[in-house]
């Protein structure tokens, strides 16, 4: 547990940081790393999180129906985010974009962050339901760029780096306690784990909105590019790997 917390909250921070370190203007490498972060999440909720949930969960239609809500779910999170939590740094990309609120910026990605910490809830009352190092890789692929883009747009709006550091502290707080409160809520039975269970798939739905969005935003105009294209491919390899090899 105190591995999983600390993972949680120190990718976000150093991540964010670096920022303040990295040399403007590596795009390419920036997008690539987003490419195959979004591709590993993609294949690992398709190959590991939802096959260990159907098998688990014998109400497969109530599971289905909790991915659906999920994926709905992200995209209204990303109206008020405006797709922070898949690389986005619209601050800097000069495109025509109403102006983002921090607070509610801030707000939708922790309400993202803390999801995804139940997702890594396992209680010792409960067996395990899927491999969590594998998810908690996808975790921290995902949050890594989504952090470092958060303090790209916090920086431009709020024009303080303590503000945006302290924003950035909130954000990184927020997974651990989704893990630690869901813990909480299944061992002394205020959440049952059939909910616990339904808290899965609605993250799931959040994976899948997010790695997919990534991928397809990657390639403008739908063009061809080979070489995003082998790193997806990696991605999806390395999770395969993780689920059959591993």
Known sequence: MLLKLSVLFLTPLVSGLLIYLLPKGRKQSFRLLLVFAGSYLFAITITHILPELYVSHGEVHGIGVFVLLGFFLQQ??????????????????????????????????????????????????????????????????????????????????????????????????????????????????????????YLYALVSGNFLHISTTIVFESSPDHRFNARKLAVAMAGAASALAIEYVV
């Open 76 to 197: 209204v999170l990303e109206y008020f985010s405006a797709g922070v939590e898949h690389g986005h740094i619209h601050a800097h990309e000069g495109h025509a974009h109403k102006p983002l609120s921090s607070i509610m910026l801030l707000v939708a990605l922790c309400i993202h962050a803390f999801l995804e910490g139940g997702l890594l809830a396992q209680p010792a009352t409960m067996g395990p339901v899927y491999d969590l190092n594998a998810i908690l890789l996808g975790i921290v692929l995902h949050r890594a760029p989504a952090a470092f883009a958060l303090m790209a747009v916090l920086t431009a709006q709020l024009g303080t780096r303590k503000l945006a550091t302290l924003y950035l502290l909130v954000f990184s707080v927020a997974a651990p306690v989704g893990l630690l409160i869901s813990t909480y809520f299944v061992e002394t039975s205020v959440l049952s784990e059939n909910g616990l269970m």
